[in-house]
């Protein structure tokens, strides 16, 4: 570990700069204005390039003795050759042109070819867009669950299990702000509304210094602007849900606002069971309603600076209520994110690029069951409060360099118990405070190697703990031709919360809780080789990796504090767990012509091993799939190709799971299971074919219309949900449950939740 950091910390510092012009700008949509974050700047005549960063900015040193020719691209626009002749340094904004739906990418013969970090998911939300979705709902979350390395924990459930990581391994932002829980409808929808999107980085290992705090996996969202020329409407109706979408300019090319909103209409169509209970003629009844909401305020600000204002907030509410009206017992389940972040950037100077962010996020659940004579409220949550620095420069197109400042204020409400039948309330809260400093350092080395090193230092602080610990990052990418690169990365990882979870589908049995004395952080190391290649219209890679974990964390058998009154929450955790993971994933993707999709394949081994589990042995983590492939396809058609037919097909080896070995007779004759090994069997296989069908037509008005017919598990595979191991006793005289036990029937009992589901959904977008 000493080696790599001292191999990080020479690769930070010492620059140079001679002869050379620095081209400075902002890259944005054509039509909307809004700043294309990701775009690549690339010099064919030197093979360097650059990318620009959330707002749209970059900057870029070409030579003074000759015009610099530079390509701009980005996915989704058409892409522009442009010449820099001025003698000295330039500030430009460039402005691409969005492709028509008729328009398919095609790569220069010039531009670099594949350009994409190691463990950096190579996909578009475009792309992610087209595949089937459950109930014709886009959800980003799961569509990236078809990607090699990233699954489902329970079928149909938005929760993301990155190589061999727990649900809350994973860290999501959403314009810097941490979403705590991703789920809408018990998991069946994730709480990011796709509509919202402009951007995603998905990170499943090569971690940049910038990012931290979890063991698995970064997703980094970022909302949209809004257009700053014109005003647009859309409205969508489907099967779980209906949204509305606006955007426009406040001040035009200046300002901009952007919201949209989603909600359910289950409670609507549940009225129904509701005045049946009011009448009398029923003896229960339930309901559910959820609803999102994103929004957004930019401003273009004197001397290139930018101001904006972020807002998100998830809803979900369940309620059941059974007996009469004048004595009913009422049960209200209900949990929410609540997001809220400002961000100020401007250029300093030529060369320094500052990012400055606060803001506030917020995960609160809340179960209660009121009767006539009890009246009882459990709740759980954690409020975070946030501020992040960042400055950013590139000398000589050679060094890429970025340091900066985050810090947490963390306050946690594991458990807090009210209840009619006691005066005293019980509640457990803790306060931690986590901050990290980062430096990182991209080194471009001739045409062929970069090398990248970062270093963050990571610091938590409590009332009766503190750690400052290192997090080294280092990584390689060497191309071997034009269209050939081989990529190294190594990074740790920490993380100083942890979910505590009885199921895995982020139910609100599911708890955030701290790093106290008895609880220590949990830390990674993520090993990654790969080999990418690039033709003209098909990408593949192949990443090998291999990540070993320590100081995680679980419930010990049987326990979940929410409903644990008499104790305290740290006696209910078992501590000092270990995990290893390694494997291969391939990658195929075309991106051209009228078929165009991708293949994924994943080969893993994942294992765990905690002191008081399993005799101390090493056994399967529960999501330990040995195989995974995922294919989609997506087929345009039509005379400008406003049809579209998409497939996606999933298999994915059965999960692990624990069995009973024998059966024993007990001293009053009860058949008791008898285990010897954790995880110790498998669930059977489980696969799935999802088929969509999408036409749109362009009304005389301008207005966009688009039908969409889909079919979730169209060959109706019984994939298993829940498994459950049953037995009953042979008696002597079968027909005389009184006479002695002979022996005993054993069988597994396989549920089904998730049959054949045929959606259609509604989407017009207004001019």
Not at 139 to 151: A, V
Not at 310 to 323: C, H, I, L, N, T
Not at 325 to 342: C, D, F, H, K
Not at 579 to 602: D, H, I, M, T
């Amino acid at each position: 570990m000493k080696r790599i950091n001292s191999v990080v910390i020479l690769l930070l510092f010492f620059v140079g700069a001679y002869g050379q012009i620095t081209v400075r700008g902002f890259i944005k949509d054509a039509s909307t204005k809004e700043p294309l974050v990701g775009a690549n700047i690339f010099d064919a005549a030197t093979q360097n390039g650059t990318t620009s960063n959330h707002v749209g900015y970059f900057i870029y040193d070409g030579s003074k003795a000759q015009n610099t020719d530079i390509t701009v691209s980005y996915v989704g626009y058409e892409q522009q050759l442009i010449t820099i002749t001025a003698a000295a340094d330039t500030l430009i904004t460039i402005e691409l042109m969005p492709l028509s739906l008729e328009e398919i990418v095609v790569r220069a013969e010039n531009e670099k070819p594949f350009d994409t970090p190691v463990g950096l998911v190579n996909i578009s939300i475009k792309e992610l867009e087209k595949i089937p979705q459950f109930f014709g709902e886009k959800d980003i979350l799961k569509s990236l669950q078809t990607l090699p390395g990233i699954s489902n924990s329970v079928e149909g459930t938005s929760g993301l299990v990155v190589r061999g990581g727990s649900v809350d391994q994973n860290l999501i932002l959403f314009d810097e702000a941490t979403v705590y829980n991703p789920n809408h409808l018990l998991g069946f929808v994730s709480v990011v509304n796709s509509d919202a999107l402009k951007d995603l980085k998905m990170y499943k290992g090569g971690f940049p210094a910038q990012y931290g705090g979890r063991l698995s996996s970064v997703l980094d969202l970022t909302m949209k602007e809004g257009d700053k020329n014109e005003s647009h409407q859309k409205f969508s109706l489907g099967v779980i849900s209906s949204k509305l979408f606006f955007e426009g300019p406040i001040k035009k090319e200046k300002s901009s606002y952007f919201l949209s909103a989603r909600s359910s209409y289950l409670g609507l169509l549940l009225l129904p069971q509701k005045w049946s209970f009011n009448n009398g003629n029923s003896e229960n009844f339930f309901n559910y309603w959820l609803y999102d909401l994103n929004g957004k305020l930019s401003f273009d600000l004197k001397k290139n600076a930018k101001l904006q204002i972020s807002y998100y907030r998830s809803f979900d509410k369940w309620k059941a209520v059974e007996g009469s009206q004048e004595r009913p017992n009422i049960g209200i389940l209900t949990w929410m994110n609540n997001l809220a972040s400002v961000r100020y950037s401007r250029p300093i100077k030529d060369r320094l690029f500052s990012n400055l962010l606060f803001g506030y996020s917020s995960f609160k659940l809340e179960t209660s069951q009121n009767s006539p004579d009890v009246k009882t409220k459990l709740s759980s949550g954690i409020n975070d409060f946030f501020f992040k620095g960042y400055l950013s420069t590139s000398i000589n197109s050679v060094f890429d360099i970025r340091f900066g400042l985050q810090s947490i204020f963390h306050h946690f409400t594991p458990v807090s118990i009210s209840s009619s039948l006691s005066r005293d309330d019980i509640l457990n809260t803790a306060n931690g405070f986590e901050t990290a400093v980062f430096v990182e350092n991209k080194v471009t080395l001739g045409k062929r190697l970069s090398v990248n090193g970062g270093l963050r230092y990571s610091v938590y602080a409590a009332t009766d703990n503190f750690h400052l610990l290192p997090e080294p990052r280092l990584s390689f990418q060497y191309e071997l031709s034009r269209r050939t690169s081989i990529e190294f990365a190594y990074a740790k990882m920490r993380q100083f919360i942890h979910l505590l979870s009885n199921g895995s589908s982020g139910l609100p049995n599911d708890v955030w809780v701290p790093v106290t004395k008895k609880i220590p952080p949990g830390a990674a190391d993520h090993f990654s080789i790969a080999l990418d290649n690039s033709f003209i219209h098909l990408d593949w890679s192949v990443e090998v990796f291999y990540k070993r974990s320590q100081n995680l964390a679980d419930y010990r058998s049987g326990g979940s504090f929410l409903f644990s009154f008499e104790n305290n929450w740290e006696d209910l955790i078992e501590t000092g767990g270990k995990g290893e993971g390694y494997g291969a994933e391939l990658f195929l993707k075309k991106s051209k012509g009228k078929w165009n999709g991708w293949l994924g394949y994943s080969l893993s081994w994942h294992n765990q091993k905690f002191d008081a589990f399993n005799q101390g042995n090493w056994y399967p983590f529960k999501y330990d799939r040995r195989h995974e492939l995922e294919l989609n396809c997506n087929y345009s058609f039509g005379e400008q190709k406003n049809k579209q037919l998409a497939f996606s097909w999933i298999f994915q080896s059965g999960i692990a799971i624990t069995t009973p070995v024998a059966y024993y007779l007990n001293a009053n004759e009860e058949l008791v299971p008898l285990y010897t090994e954790k995880n110790n069997n498998r669930a059977p296989n489980y696969h799935r074919l999802d088929i969509s069908y999408a036409t749109s037509k362009t009304s005389k008005k301008g207005n966009l219309r688009t039908w969409n017919f889909g079919l979730y598990n169209a060959y109706n595979r019984k994939n298993p949900f829940f498994i459950s191991f049953k037995n009953y006793p042979i008696h002597e005289n079968p027909t005389d449950f009184q006479s002695p036990v002979i022996g005993q029937n054993n069988f597994t009992e396989q549920d089904t939740f998730l049959p054949i589901l045929p959606y259609i959904s509604y989407e017009i977008n207004f001019k």
